[in-house]
């Protein structure tokens, strides 16, 4: 794994590299610089003395205590947790849902904190491809449509945007299903046009939130199985679960718990392939 250098660290706060590579959002819009122009090719993600709390009036809570954390390009993660643990608050800070209390999440490059709500509902769209366990499709909306959606918002031709969504729903075998309603469709297809919108604006990291929660065991194995494959293919891939048989596919396992990162290890490649064949 690259280590994250100390050049790396002073241009995140505002240092200029060659190319303009890592300087933080407020350094940019003072330099009149695009957001996405530069290509990056540091850690996809980095989090740096991370804290959440969460104010209710009466009392404060502490979500997340000081995470530090580095998930490199092409990486294929679990995040695990008993419910409390903080891995929800963690998935919502990655998929710039919310912001943390202090400290910084970098993602390709950019510091998320310097961002405004547009700023941070263009990052969605553009850096980050959810998949929640509940599908989250639109429901009078065929397949090939809730596949387009996210290049609609990107504000992608017509005609290249079909394309794109024809050929993503052909790449997760759901290409005889294209205009079929969600209601037509089982749950592990549903979870299938999830994963293909997800990918429609080519995003550099995937967002999957407990994605097999509400399938069968069958049906788990398969989304999993495209996982595995898109991240063969070169995707970030990362996955919050509870479910020991899901974080076997992964190559890496992240544990919380009340807050904190308890462990960070490494998975053997054979246990999600054993996982899969037991079923």
Not at 7 to 20: H, I
Not at 37 to 54: A, F, H, M, R, S
Not at 144 to 150: S, Y
């Amino acid at each position: 794994m690259k280590k994250w250098t100390k050049k790396q660290d002073a241009a995140q706060k505002g240092g200029s590299t060659a190319g303009g590579l890592g300087i933080s959002l407020r350094e940019r819009l003072r330099r009149k610089t695009p957001l996405y122009q530069e290509p990056y090719d540091g850690p996809l993600i980095k989090l740096e003395n991370l804290v959440k709390i969460y104010d209710t009036g009466a009392i404060k809570v502490l979500g997340l205590k000081k995470i530090n954390l580095t998930i490199e390009r092409g990486e294929f993660v679990a995040i695990m947790g008993h419910s409390g643990s903080g891995k929800s608050t963690l998935m919502n800070i990655l998929g710039c849902l919310d912001r943390p209390t202090l400290g910084h999440y970098y993602l390709d490059g950019i510091d998320t904190a310097d961002m405004t709500p547009d700023q941070l509902s263009d990052i969605r769209n553009r850096k980050i491809g959810f998949v929640f366990q509940s599908f989250n499709l639109i429901s009078r909306t065929s397949a090939l449509k809730n596949v387009e959606l996210p290049m609609t918002y990107a504000r992608v031709s017509r005609s290249k945007r079909t394309e794109r969504a024809k050929a993503l729903l052909d790449r997760v075998g759901l290409g005889g299903r294209r205009e079929h309603m969600p209601n037509e469709l089982s749950g592990g297809q549903r979870q299938r046009v999830a994963i293909a919108r997800a990918l429609a604006n080519q995003p550099p990291l995937i967002l999957a939130d407990e994605p097999t929660g509400n399938l069968d065991t069958a049906s788990s194995v398969e989304i999993m199985e495209l996982f595995s494959q898109l991240h063969k293919e070169g995707a970030t891939v990362v996955v919050v679960t509870h479910e020991e048989d899901i974080a076997a596919f992964t190559d890496r396992v992240l544990r919380f718990s009340d807050g904190q990162l308890l462990s960070d290890t490494l998975n053997d490649h054979s246990q999600g392939k054993e996982t899969a064949d037991a079923h």
